[in-house]
């Protein structure tokens, strides 16, 4: 996956590039048109200013929201022309005569946004005409949508058919960070799991064991393994047909020599509330009518002190209920103790980049993936479509 051709290897001055970005940004939930953080547009970056000095003709394109919200990229464009300090001009479509007409007038460095792919439901049907026609406006395609890479639409694969295609410097930095975290590891590496449902994470888990050291796992997945050792876990989340699956990822984790942690205590309450009445638990013996909402001190303790082990950290998932303050504490000092540590720490997107973004250490991580879907398939071991459908070098 890693051979891949990128926009180094390609001659771009005076042609038109159809770059596939992931401008899913946040927005305010009244309004919609302000956006509540432009980290993603600015991970893009890179690759559209190399695109601008070298003279191609940029026409980005990206999906936001969910097919049949009609959410907007304008505000993208907005925010890109502030960090680009060049207009960045807004099309009402992604297909059609305005595009093709705006396209045709293009000049060397200009940039051009398209609306919303996903006002298209043939987007996610990879719909063959649909990504004809959308490549028909380009003469080169550059995938740099990391987080869409695992999903086979029309803008991450149907395009490449008829472009030739290479990924974007975002792209190739997410491969290589994850591919040497997981594949060529500093060791000892340890692979911090947390999350609500073990049924998420089964493979993950399972194509781990054969590369780490240690498996530390956290959050409402905890409950399904402490539940399958016969433990008593209360109210607490537990995928009941889950269980013998934990059982038998703990076995392999153990014939493998993996170091496998589970919590010891847990911050535990009767209802997930700002409000509710919180007491420790021991992991093994949550009161019938409680559940397990954040890992306990000593827990928080257990897992610092391997985390202070470690050569590699990968972490996918938080450790507890980290957007209501009184279950927040748990990933709290797991974050603080990452970005405290020596080694080197990636985070698998989605709600672990998020916490680290909420406790102020992002800055301190050595890699925050901004695709939660495409890290963890990555990290299941799966080839990602967006990826495999590119060039190879």
């Known amino acids: 996956m890693l051979n891949k051709k990128t926009v180094r290897d390609i001659e771009v001055k005076n042609k038109r590039v159809l770059v596939r970005v992931d401008f899913n940004v946040p927005l305010d939930r009244e309004t919609k048109s302000i956006i509540t953080s432009d980290k993603r547009i600015v991970e893009s970056l890179k690759t559209i200013e190399y695109l601008i000095s070298a003279g191609a003709k940029i026409i980005l394109c990206s999906h936001i929201g969910k097919t049949g919200q009609n959410t907007s990229l304008k505000p993208a464009a907005v925010r890109l022309s502030e960090l680009l300090h060049q207009d960045v001009t807004f099309l009402n479509d992604c297909i059609g005569d305005e595009v093709k007409e705006a396209v045709s007038k293009m000049k060397s460095s200009d940039v051009i946004l398209l609306e919303n792919l996903r006002n298209h439901e043939e987007e996610e049907k990879n719909d063959e005409n649909f990504a004809k026609e959308l490549a028909s406006i380009a003469q080169v395609f550059v995938n740099d949508a990391f987080g869409t890479a695992h999903r086979a639409h029309a803008s991450t694969v149907g395009v490449t058919k008829f472009l030739p295609s290479v990924c974007g410097f975002l792209i190739e930095k997410e491969i290589k960070a994850l591919d040497q975290a997981i594949n060529n590891p500093v060791r000892p590496l340890i692979a911090l799991i947390g999350g609500s449902k073990v049924s998420s994470k089964i493979a993950v888990l399972?194509?781990?064991?054969?590369?780490?050291?240690?498996?530390?796992i956290g959050g409402a997945m905890a409950y399904t393994f402490q539940k399958s050792l016969g433990h008593k876990v209360g109210q607490s989340l537990v995928e009941d047909d889950k269980l013998e699956i934990a059982v038998e990822i703990m076995n392999k984790a153990f014939d493998a020599g993996v170091k496998f942690i589970l919590p010891v205590d847990n911050i535990v309450a009767n209802e997930i509330s700002e409000n509710a009445i919180a007491q420790t638990a021991l992991s093994t013996d949550i009161p019938e009518d409680l559940m397990g909402l954040d890992i306990g001190e000593k827990t928080i303790e257990l897992f610092k002190n391997e985390i202070a082990?470690?050569?590699?950290?990968?972490?996918?998932?938080?450790?507890?209920?980290?957007?209501?303050?009184?279950?927040?504490?748990?990933?709290?000092?797991?974050?603080?103790?990452?970005?405290?540590?020596?080694?080197?720490?990636?985070?698998?997107?989605?709600?672990?980049?998020?916490?680290?973004?909420?406790?102020?250490?992002?800055?301190?991580?050595?890699?925050?993936s901004t695709g939660g879907g495409a890290s963890l398939e990555f990290m299941e071991g799966k080839n990602l479509p967006g990826i495999e459908a590119l060039e190879d070098k």
């Open 206 to 216: 399972t194509n781990l064991i054969d590369k780490v050291d240690t498996i530390i």
């Open 309 to 368: 082990t470690a050569g590699t950290i990968v972490w996918n998932g938080p450790v507890g209920v980290f957007e209501i303050e009184k279950f927040a504490n748990g990933t709290r000092e797991i974050a603080l103790a990452l970005a405290a540590s020596h080694a080197i720490t990636v985070i698998g997107g989605g709600d672990s980049a998020a916490a680290v973004e909420k406790f102020g250490v992002a800055d301190k991580m050595t890699h925050i």
